[in-house]
């Protein structure tokens, strides 16, 4: 049960980047999403400091493939944004999280061999369903708009399509030549990025008039975000990619849990609306996350 141990250590540096990157959209530090994905994406070149412990050149197609993985990841990070930017992040995050492992579930079927036994679609139906439960909050009688309720279902859309590649990437050619190349197509999608006028306007103001306090801010959340990254990938090598990526619902937990900290103790860095019902709702989902994690540890 490696894989579980690193997918939930991986979750929780999961729960703080989405807490830095909530932090830098609604603060105004950092309020275009396609800027803060470029920065993301860029980052990726750093991935070759792994290239002395095993990269190597690859056939045309094997790159081809391992580019447009990253790409479609990076875009997955830009719709997640996006709607980050429109709705509270404990209700985007949720979401996303809990149709990802669908989408993964239904491509898994269609695509792979991978089959989960009974114990653990058990698991992955109580995971799940507490991944959607924890961000269930009604506004105005809608859970939430329909164009975040859209941006959320094709970001998990192509973050599951991203997953499926890349586990098939590391199967072929092994996980840290995969891991760089496909590190390297979100270097290509965050070029890419500068072709959006708004995106290069937002960067170039920013090397313009640095901000200290910007820079430790994101440089802290993508430290975490690079750790999540990192393990959440190898673990696709470890076990089985439906139940890890449904155990993101394990992510929320940990999100909400800070975030109802820092809505109590410090408002000025995250504030959310919390009730005795959402800390109710919020619970059960808790319950039925732990019961799966418990049947997929026994």
């Known amino acids: ?172 050619q092994g996980f840290i030549n995969g891991f760089i190349w496909v590190r390297l197509g979100g270097v290509l999608g965050a070029l890419l990025l500068l072709l959006l006028p708004q995106v290069k306007k937002s960067i170039v103001k920013d090397f313009k008039k640095p901000s200290q306090g910007k820079a430790l801010v994101f440089m802290a959340g993508q430290t975490c975000g690079a750790l999540n990254f990192i393990l959440f990938n190898y673990a696709f090598t470890l076990g089985p990619l439906a139940l890890i990526s449904a155990l993101g619902g394990l992510q929320y937990v940990f999100l909400f849990l800070m975030v109802l900290f820092l809505s109590w103790k410090m408002p000025q860095v995250i504030k959310e609306k919390i009730t005795t019902r959402i800390i109710l709702q919020k619970s059960i989902s808790i319950a039925l996350i732990a019961i799966g994690i418990g049947i997929l540890a026994s």
């Open 1 to 172: 049960m490696l894989w579980l141990i690193i997918t939930i250590i991986a979750y929780l540096f999961g729960a703080v980047t989405h807490l830095f990157d909530k932090y830098l959209l609604k603060k105004t530090m950092m309020p275009n999403p396609g800027a803060l994905t470029f920065y993301i994406g860029a980052l990726g070149v750093l991935g070759l400091a792994l290239a002395p412990w095993g990269f190597a050149l690859i056939s045309y197609s094997q790159i081809a493939l391992d580019l447009f993985s990253g790409i479609v990841y990076l875009t997955a990070i830009l719709l997640f944004f996006y709607a980050l930017n429109k709705a509270d992040v404990s209700q985007v995050a949720s979401l996303i999280g809990g149709l990802t492992p669908l989408f993964i579930l239904l491509g898994g079927f269609l695509f792979s061999s991978q089959m989960l036994n009974s114990a653990q679609l058990v698991a992955f139906a109580l995971i799940v369903s507490g991944s959607f439960i924890i961000g269930l909050e009604k506004r105005r009688g809608h859970l939430l708009a329909k164009n975040v309720l859209w941006l959320c279902a094709l970001s998990a859309l192509l973050f599951s399509c991203a997953h499926l590649l890349s586990q098939f990437i590391y199967q072929q």
